[in-house]
Each structure stands twice: as C-alpha cells, then as structure tokens.
C-alpha cells in the first residue's frame, strides 16, 4: 500500500521558518515527482513546488518563488520544503503529492498519490 507521511507542520511567527518533510513508502519513486500543494480554509488548493525523484528538475509557483526551497533523499524516498520568510497568508494545510514524470505539470489529474496533509499557521 503506497503512503505518503507528512511531517513537521506547526505554529510560527510570521517571518519564521519551517520545514516539512514527506516520506513514501509502498512503491519504488524513481520515475516519479514528488511535491506540494496547500489548501488554505475557504480557498481551492493549489500548488506550491515539487522535484524529480531523479535528476534535478525543480518547479516553482510564483507565489513562493525565493523564499521556499524543495529538496529530496532519492534514497529514502522523502522530500522536504523548507519555507523561509513564513507570511499569515501561507497559513494552510500542506499536502504531499506524487505523480510519474515531470514536475513541469503538477496539475490534479497526473496525481496517483496524496498525503493526508500537515497544517502549517503563520501568526502575525
């Protein structure tokens, strides 16, 4: 059974940082992308950044371009995104996602897996 575990959500101030961590387990991720989206209350969600599971195809939303990083351990089929210069408004709740091929078309349709979802809160 393919999983993917969330982990490292919480409270922070705004202009703080957090880092969130994925592992999946089930299945062999080599061929796959890895990455996030976040659904914040009342609003649809959307993505955020994700990474090839090999090589080193990144992809970016606009909104948080700069200031959040997405990295992976290939080996240990885990990737983090480390958020830098927290705002209120990136208050919401993080998923895990993963779909075969490029990271280039995060769109909902590619998506084979989902994580549960870690609440990030962002305090003015």
């Known amino acids: 059974q393919v999983q993917l575990v969330e982990s490292g959500g919480g409270l922070v101030q705004a202009g703080g940082s957090l880092r969130l961590s994925c592992a999946a387990s089930?299945?062999?991720?080599?061929?796959?992308?890895m990455g996030w989206f976040r659904q914040a209350p009342g609003k649809e969600r959307e993505f955020i950044a994700a990474i090839t599971m090999s090589g080193w195809s990144v992809n970016y939303a606009d909104a948080v371009k700069g200031r959040f990083t997405i990295s992976r351990i290939s080996a240990k089929n885990t990737v983090f995104l480390q958020m830098d210069s927290l705002k209120p408004e990136d208050t919401a709740v993080y998923y895990c996602?993963?779909?075969?091929?490029?990271?280039?078309?995060?769109?909902?349709?590619?998506?084979?897996?989902w994580g549960k979802g870690t609440l990030v809160t962002v305090s003015s």
């Open positions: 996602a993963a779909r075969p091929g490029s990271p280039q078309e995060m769109t909902f349709s590619v998506i084979d897996y």
């Open positions: 089930g299945r062999t991720f080599s061929s796959y992308a």
